[in-house]
């Protein structure tokens, strides 16, 4: 295996859109850093729009998606389930362990456990699941795959719009500089240009704007950067060692947040 096939990052969203808000800054400076980039949405779209076919609807949408991942030459794995349907059990993820085992991430971004919206937060169930399972030779997978070992190492995004479902604000443990990648973010998000119109429409919120306003908010939080995007690190059990952190070892700008009002550095090595 080649160290760029070595230094995979898989980002698994909900649906077409979600990578771009809350993961896809942080994917764009690993894809600079050499990183070999895969691009998933679990759901197919179909719920994102008021007009138009099932069937012309998940074709747009895929096709959106697939630009945007084209933009940052990742790799993209296609869904695999419907909007508001997509369900934590066995054949859901059973298609998502064959994936990781093919790509063998050493990185693997998710949503935050604690999102508004439930298909976000099952979308986090289903790819938690699947890295637990990846070594596992009696876990299935569709299709087939053998078993990987390896450490992969979780970090879940801040929920879209920086909330818990009760309302209460849910602060990173790791920032990530993404002022160098907004640009490309931004075109990125532009790709998935059915999804800005349905959300102007029918929650009055303008895509780009909202992109820009999160990622400074976060920016803010840090202390330091213009703009940026959050991530908490899930337990290392069942996944990785106890002190592996490749985002931050990969993209030196990673600060992390130490739960007092000292912004530390890379790997916590002191104030920057």
């Not at 820009?212 to 991530?231: H, L």
């Amino acid at each position: 295996m080649s160290e760029q096939e070595a230094n995979a990052a898989l980002a698994i969203g909900a649906h077409p859109d979600d990578i771009e808000f809350m993961m896809a800054g942080t994917l764009i400076l690993l894809g600079r850093a050499g990183w070999s980039l895969h691009y998933m949405n679990l759901c197919d779209g179909r719920c994102g729009a008021a007009e138009g076919t099932v069937q012309q609807i998940v074709a747009t949408r895929d096709a959106e998606s697939r630009r945007a991942s084209d933009t940052i030459g990742a790799t993209y794995h296609p869904p695999i389930a419907v909007d508001l349907q997509l369900a934590h059990d066995t054949p859901t993820i059973a298609k998502v362990v064959a994936v990781i085992r093919r790509v063998r991430p050493r990185v693997l971004l998710v949503h935050s456990p604690l999102d508004y919206m439930e298909d976000h937060t099952t979308a986090a169930r289903v790819a938690v699941t699947a890295a637990f399972a990846r070594g596992m030779p009696h876990y299935p997978s569709e299709p087939p795959a053998p078993p990987v070992t390896g450490d992969v190492t979780v970090y879940h995004a801040l929920p879209y719009g920086l909330l818990d479902p009760l309302r209460n604000p849910v602060r990173p443990h790791l920032y990530v500089d993404i002022t160098p990648a907004i640009d490309l973010n931004r075109r990125m998000l532009a790709c998935h240009e059915s999804q800005a119109r349905w959300l102007a429409a029918s929650q009055g919120v303008s895509y780009l704007d909202a992109l820009d306003r999160f990622a400074r908010t976060v920016g803010e939080m840090s202390s330091r950067f213009q703009y940026a995007q959050g991530w908490q690190r899930r337990n290392h059990l069942g996944f990785s060692a106890a002190d592996s952190d490749p985002l931050a070892d990969a993209l030196p700008a990673v600060t992390e947040d130490a739960q007092d009002p000292n912004v530390l550095g890379p790997k916590g090595l002191g104030p920057v």
